[in-house]
């Protein structure tokens, strides 16, 4: 996060004041207006010695520096209910990955593309029925909106968007949020809907439920509760949609509902967050779980990375847990001679691509340190580096789904998930849970010397055994026949 300065206030100020040579450099004003006036006090600023002429000039600097360290301790204050731009250490996967391609929702993509312009309309329509249903007036929903519109601005960066007046602002939010609303009322069904818009919503469903799960395409939560209270009782499922985004990935659907634990003590920043906080669950883990322990004293050297092969090597097979959207499963688990690494299975296409690149970003832009946090908080994160830690090769893409650990694929190939995991495993935080693998594979490996020892030789002769085992069998049903006939 880069610290803000209020360089136009400092120019400003400058600017002011009487016609003089500049006795004191402060953020905003070029190193070329500096003047070095013979003077006993001194400013060191970014490693460099400014030379200040009068107290009131020392004092004016350092005001401005005080202004900026305000400013930083607002942004950071603001870390989690902001909404986010893409991480710039993500740059090289903000056009497959950051850009909605249908629906902008919120003023950083607003009017981007013609595609996105022609959205627009499908907006207002959505608001009319939004109206229409609640039995309210449009001034009622309109001005309701209008109530929250300067918190839901606050939530922005504000270089994106200084540029839109309150004319501007406060419709982008009422008819974003209606849109927003109508269509995850249309994804939970059940409820009637104008057919019209009901088609168009079907007709664009896959495009719309990735561009609303963008980092940068979010609409405060503020200004979602405050629409949800116009939509007629019984209104959104929120539940049920929730439930729904979680089982999307997964490929193989349950027929039965599988409940959720609903949090109500939870207010999400905006929809990305919400969904991301059930999908993760919550992560408790036993006393006997084995990816609990402390790092061996036994260990001499710990690895950052493993890869499948060496996992293979030691023993540690990728196993898939239970059916279920939960990332928050992954571990080590020991038997006798042999370890499994437990990873949830996932349903890897376009769409869920761009949910879990989005949700790892999240969590990079909202916990600047992952170990002073609660381990939900990187679990994204760490399911990723993960997968792309035993991904070198489109054989291991391949081997992962045979274990069913990666189901589908409709848009993405083995070559196209080997390159998102390789190069999120480049840019992104590994997370607690991710670093709690690592150690629970170095205790495996220091804890297990001589059955790991025995284990390597039988993988790497695997051939060579099996074909003496074979010759030995057959030799010996040789000896058997030859004693039958005597």
Not at 154 to 179: A, I, T
Not at 228 to 248: E, I
Not at 356 to 365: K, R
Request: negative net charge; hydrophobic residues 40%.
């Amino acid at each position: 996060m880069q610290a803000p300065c209020d360089y136009q206030l400092a120019l400003a100020d400058w600017e002011g004041r009487p016609a003089m040579e500049p006795t004191a450099w402060v953020p905003g004003l070029p190193l070329e207006m500096t003047v070095a006036a013979p003077a006993s006090n001194s400013l060191v600023v970014n490693g460099r010695r400014q030379l200040v002429e009068k107290s009131s000039d020392h004092e004016y600097a350092v005001e401005v520096f005080k202004q900026a360290a305000q400013s930083f301790q607002d942004e950071h204050d603001q870390m989690k209910t902001k909404i986010h731009l893409f991480p710039p250490s993500m740059e090289d996967l903000v056009d497959k990955y950051a850009a909605p391609n249908v629906v902008a929702i919120g003023p950083y993509h607003h009017g981007g593309t013609p595609a996105l312009q022609h959205m627009e309309s499908t907006k207002h329509v959505a608001a009319w029925h939004f109206i229409n249903d609640s039995g309210c007036s449009v001034d009622e929903v309109y001005g309701a909106v209008c109530e929250v519109a300067d918190e839901a601005r606050s939530h922005y960066d504000e270089n994106k968007v200084w540029s839109f007046s309150d004319d501007d602002f406060k419709p982008m939010m009422f008819y974003d949020g209606c849109f927003l609303l109508q269509f995850m009322l249309h994804c939970v069904g059940g409820v009637a809907m104008d057919p019209v818009l009901s088609s168009a919503f079907s007709s664009d469903n896959i495009n719309i439920s990735r561009d609303i799960v963008l980092l940068e395409n979010q609409l405060p939560w503020v200004v979602v509760e405050k629409l949800m209270r116009f939509m007629p009782s019984p209104g959104l499922d929120l539940v049920q949609f929730t439930r729904n985004a979680k089982a999307s990935l997964q490929a193989r659907q349950h027929l039965e509902d599988i409940p959720l634990v609903w949090d109500s003590s939870y207010t999400p920043s905006h929809l990305l967050g919400l969904l991301r906080y059930y999908i993760v669950g919550s992560t408790h883990i036993s006393d006997t779980d084995e990816s609990s322990e402390p790092l061996s004293e036994k260990a001499k050297k710990l690895s950052i990375s493993v890869s499948a092969i060496e996992l293979a090597e030691i023993g540690i097979e990728i196993t898939a847990t239970k059916s279920t959207a939960e990332l928050k499963e992954m571990r080590i688990k020991k038997a006798s001679l042999s370890g499994e690494l437990l990873l949830a299975p996932l349903s890897l296409d376009y769409g869920n691509a761009s949910f879990l690149v989005n949700m790892a970003a999240f969590e990079l832009c909202t916990t600047p340190d992952f170990f002073e946090e609660d381990e939900e908080n990187s679990t994204v994160c760490s399911y990723l580096c993960l997968l792309g830690m035993v991904t070198d090769s489109e054989e291991d893409v391949q081997k992962l789904r045979k274990k069913h650990i990666l189901q589908g694929g409709a848009g993405l190939n083995n070559q196209d998930a080997l390159d998102l995991f390789n190069r999120l495993e480049k840019h992104l935080r590994p997370g607690v849970q991710y670093l709690r693998t690592i150690l629970a594979i170095e205790n495996y490996r220091t804890n297990r010397p001589i059955r790991i020892m025995l284990y390597r030789f039988i993988y790497k002769n695997f051939k060579t055994i099996a074909t003496v085992v074979t010759a030995i069998v057959g030799f010996a049903g040789f000896l058997a026949t030859l004693k039958s006939l005597k």
